[in-house]
């Protein structure tokens, strides 16, 4: 059973960096398929950040393409998130998931981790 | 224009059938697959259909998709009380590069 678990810090200042990880379990991520985050600010609908396949290919929102970086630590059968210059607006839900391909469904999601951006 | 557009909210009674749409253009739905995830109150987004109009293991036939060229909608019927829960429309959009969420549906049985 493939397992997808968030962690990070639940505070974050504005102008900050928001880092979180995604630890898996029951799938080596070295294996294939890609890996991806997705945010949810409260109350509102989802948005797909960007996503990850093994080796180092990435692809991001357009929106979000300059402030973001996602790696993965093989080692750790981790992927990670950095969202640089976080303002009130990157208040979210965020969620990780894997995604069969590029353009295919995202079948197993994380829990979701709460990232509030304040002073 | 890049943008899934579902209606905020929809209704129905115990057995009743209810769709749901998802508009969207020909850079988007027309060209790839559209999948729908199911989020019931504070949990994470579930995988509910794929590849327009496929069920992963588990989830019940009640649940269908289908999709028209730029429109996709799912379908429930027998509807149930534990139906009750936000339905978003998902898809690739070419001019993006990237992943569409339509807003979402939030979906009342009354």
């Known amino acids: 059973q493939v397992q997808l678990q968030e962690s990070g810090p639940g505070l974050v200042k504005p102008s900050e960096t928001l880092s979180l990880t995604c630890a898996v379990s029951?799938?080596?991520?070295?294996?294939?398929?890609?890996w991806g985050w997705i945010r949810q600010p409260p109350g509102k609908g989802l948005e797909w950040i960007g996503s990850?396949?093994?080796?180092?290919?990435?692809y991001y929102s357009p929106s979000l393409k300059s402030r973001v970086t996602i790696s993965e630590d093989t080692s750790k059968n981790q992927f990670s998130l950095r969202l640089r210059s976080v303002t009130a607006a990157d208040t979210a839900i965020y969620y990780c998931?894997?995604?069969?391909?590029?353009?295919?469904?995202?079948?197993?999601w994380g829990q979701g981790t709460l990232v509030t951006v304040s002073s | 224009q890049s943008v899934l557009t579902q209606p905020p909210s929809a209704s129905g009674t115990p057995g009743q059938r209810v769709t749901i749409s998802c508009s969207g253009s020909s850079s988007n739905i027309a060209t790839n697959t559209v999948n729908w995830y199911q989020q019931l109150p504070g949990t994470a987004p579930k995988l509910l259909i794929y590849?327009?109009?496929q069920r992963p293991s588990g989830v019940p036939d009640r649940f269908s998709g289908s999709r028209s060229g730029t429109s996709a909608s799912l379908a429930i019927s027998g509807l149930q009380s534990e139906d009750e829960a936000d339905y978003y429309c998902?898809?690739?959009?070419?001019?993006?590069?990237?992943?569409?969420f339509g807003g979402g549906t939030k979906l009342t049985v009354l």
């Open positions: 590849d327009n109009d």
């Open positions: 998902a898809a690739w959009d070419e001019n993006l590069n990237g992943w569409l």
């Open positions: 998931a894997r995604h069969r391909g590029q353009w295919l469904h995202f079948d197993y």
């Open positions: 029951g799938y080596s991520i070295s294996s294939g398929f890609y």
């Open positions: 990850l396949y093994h080796g180092g290919s990435t």
